[in-house]
């Protein structure tokens, strides 16, 4: 079976300045991959590039066995701040249907034409994919409300609904809880626990010892990539990646 991701030897710079150095990874189909590093380590255009926002300077990105571009359709993802602004007049059900854009409304599959966002043209297929998407992440009740009177855990739900409402096979998340209180954290990465029974995930995080308890590999980057099991990851490996003492906790599987 094909990787769902695949990167060899690839570079990135942005300008002179060396981002991402000889990085290869390989995601395995239906894997739930952690993704830590100190700040402008790479994470987030790691994450850029296997979207196709980024282009790399040389090697090569294969995603579902296709350039990323060509398997965007087949991407879902979850940024870390919303891309509009809070205050913009759009309810929760509009937000999710925008996960929908360049669905075909027949058979659910993108096609790389626009939906227009006219409450009438919206397809019964849509309705139900919109409804299913935010019963999943137990958002169903907040569907009617305005996005700028969410909490930051109820918003992070949303974005998720909105990568999840268009059938994603593989699910992209830029610390999905970098603003959000402890018992939220929880409930989200259960979710997304869940989630991996059906789509491979990639989450960016800061908190290594947290998330080992629920993925299944952790990719340290600081320019460079090393993969680790989550309970292989020691204090030496934390402290050559941040540059500092910090606790680690391994959780079995």
């Not at 590093?37 to 090697?59: C, R, Y």
């Not at 759009?90 to 925008?98: D, K, N, R, T």
């Not at 999840?164 to 997304?192: C, H, K, V, W, Y």
Request: charged share 20%; aromatic share 6%.
């Amino acid at each position: 079976m094909k990787p769902a991701v695949d990167i060899h030897a690839l570079n990135f710079s942005y300008g002179s300045v060396p981002t991402l150095s000889g990085i290869d990874l390989q995601v395995k189909e239906g894997e739930f991959l952690g993704i830590v590093g100190p700040n402008a380590g790479g994470k987030s255009t790691l994450l850029k590039l296997i979207l196709g926002l980024l282009k790399p300077q040389s090697g090569h990105i294969n995603v579902l066995g296709q350039t990323p571009c060509a398997a965007s359709r087949l991407l879902g993802y979850v940024p870390q701040y919303p891309s509009f602004a809070r205050d913009f007049p759009i309810s929760v059900e509009q937000v999710v249907q925008l996960g929908r854009l360049g669905l075909d409304r027949n058979s659910g599959q993108r096609n790389g034409k626009w939906h227009t966002l006219w409450p009438g043209r919206v397809s019964g297929a849509d309705r139900e994919a919109i409804r299913h998407s935010l019963a999943e992440v137990e958002a169903g009740d907040i569907a009617k409300r305005q996005i700028g009177s969410l909490s930051g855990g109820q918003l992070q739900r949303v974005l998720l609904a909105r990568a999840l409402g268009g059938e994603p096979r593989i699910l992209i998340l830029d610390e999905p809880t970098a603003n959000i209180d402890q018992r939220m954290e929880s409930e989200i990465f259960d979710l997304l626990k869940a989630l991996n029974a059906r789509m491979t995930i990639l989450v960016v995080s800061h908190d290594v010892a947290y998330i080992s308890r629920y993925v299944s590999r952790v990719a340290c980057i600081n320019r460079t990539l090393v993969c680790h099991n989550t309970d292989a990851i020691d204090g030496n490996a934390i402290q050559e990646l941040y540059g500092e003492q910090v606790r680690m906790i391994a959780h079995s599987h």
